[in-house]
C-alpha cells in the first residue's frame, strides 16, 4: 500500500509552497514525535505538577477540575474527560473557553476548590485570557494549569507571573503548528492532558504513549493511501462516529473536514447508538461516514450492531472503520478498514486512542482539501478563519453588572 504521506513529504520545497503545503503534512506527520517529546517533558515535570494539584486541592472530595479551551483546544477536554474520570477518578468536566465567556457562573460552583485546565496553541486568543480573568472572579477558589504550545503566550506568562496560582507546561516548539489547521497541538496537548490523568500511576504512562506512537507511525504509512483515495471521491457531506473517549475524536475530526475544505463538506457528528434517534436522517448518497469502532467488546457490539443496519440500509456513499484490529464482522459491514494496531498485540485502550484515530481526519480533510484545489496550510477561500481568531470583544462582566456599563478588556 502507498505511503501517500511520504511521498508527499519528499517532494521539493517549491513543489510543496506551489500546493500550499509546506506546513501541514509536516506537522502531521511529526506527532509521534510529538508524543514522545511531552511525555517525557510531563516525566520531568510531574512531580511539580502533582505538588500544584495538591496545592489547588484538585483532587479531593471537594475538588473540581475543570478542562477549557475554544474550537479544537475545547476538543482536547472532551477527548481527555473519560481518562480523568475513570484513571485519576476526578471530578473533571469540559467547558468550552467560549462558554465561560458567556456564562461563567454556569461553569464554578461556589465554595468549591477549582483547577481550571486551559489547553491553547497560541495562548493569545480572547476566549483563553477572558477564561483565566472570570474563573478568578466567580470561583470561590480556583487554581490555573496552561497546558500550551506557545511559551511567550498570555497564558504562560499568567503563569509566570503568579506562580502561586498558575502553573504552565509547556509543549515542545514544533507542536506550535503554523498551518491554519490544528493538529500536533491537538494531540500533543491531549497526550499531557493523558500524562494529567495518570499522574497518580506514572509508571505506565511512558509506555502507553509508546504504543501510540507507534500506532500513529502506522496510522500515517497504511492511513495516507486510504485517506487520498477517499478524498477523490465526490461527498459532500461526512458523518463521524464515536463512542466514549473516541466521541471527542469524532468531534474533532468534523471539525477538521469542515476547516480544510472552507466548508465545501459540511460535517455532523453522532454516536453509534445515537445516530439511530433522528440524525442517521443526514446520511445521504453523497455522504462519507468515518466510524471510529472501540476496542471494548462490550462497546464494539452496539457498534457493530450500527454498521450492520447502515450496509443494510445502504446508507451513505462509503464507510471507513479506524480500530485497533479488524476481524470479519466489521470488514463486512464497511468499505474499508484500517487497523493502528498489528493483530496480536495488547489494544491501546479507547481512552488513548483519539490521538492515533484524528491523524486519519486530519491526512483526510487535507488530501481533500487539496483535491479542491484548496492551499492544506491556509484553505479558508473567503479569509473567514484565521489561525488565530480575531474580531472578538470581551467585555467586562463585572463592570457591566455592577453599572451596565460596556468596557473592553480583551479584543478591539
Known sequence: MADEMKKLLELPESAKEELGALHTPREIAQQPFIWRDTAARFGRERDAILAFLKKAKALTSNGRIVMTGAGTSAYVGICAEPALRTVLKAEARAVPSTDIVTHPQTAFIPKKNYLLVNFARSGNSPESVGSFRFANETATTVHHLAITCNKDGKLAEFARQDPEKAYAFILHEKSNDESLVMTSSFSGMLVAALGLAHIKKFRSFPRLVEKMAKAGE????????????????????????????????????????????????????????????????????????????????????????????????????????????????????????????????????????????????????????????????????????????????????EKFMKDGVWEVFIGR
Open 218 to 397: 502506522r496510522m500515517l504509512s497504511r492511513g495516507s493511501a486510504v485517506a487520498k483515495k477517499v478524498a477523490a471521491l465526490d461527498f459532500k457531506r461526512a458523518v463521524y462516529l464515536g463512542s466514549g473517549a473516541l466521541y471527542g475524536a469524532a468531534v474533532e475530526s468534523a471539525l477538521k473536514i469542515q476547516e480544510s475544505t472552507s466548508g465545501d463538506v459540511i460535517s455532523a457528528v453522532e454516536s453509534f447508538v445515537g445516530l439511530r434517534h433522528g440524525p442517521q436522517a443526514v446520511i445521504h448518497d453523497d455522504t462519507l461516514v468515518v466510524a471510529f469502532v472501540s476496542s471494548d467488546p462490550y462497546v464494539r457490539r452496539y457498534e457493530l450492531d450500527l454498521l450492520k443496519e447502515n450496509h443494510a440500509k445502504g446508507l451513505g456513499m462509503r464507510t471507513v472503520a479506524v480500530t485497533t484490529q479488524s476481524d470479519e464482522e466489521l470488514a463486512a459491514a464497511v468499505d474499508d478498514v484500517i487497523e493502528v494496531q498489528p493483530r496480536g498485540k495488547s489494544k491501546i485502550p479507547d481512552i488513548a486512542r483519539a490521538p492515533v484515530d484524528t491523524i486519519f481526519a486530519q491526512m483526510l480533510g487535507m488530501f481533500k482539501s487539496m483535491a479542491f484545489g484548496y492551499r492544506p496550510d491556509a484553505p479558508s477561500k473567503s479569509g473567514v478563519i484565521h489561525r488565530v481568531v480575531e474580531g472578538i470583544s470581551v467585555y467586562d462582566r
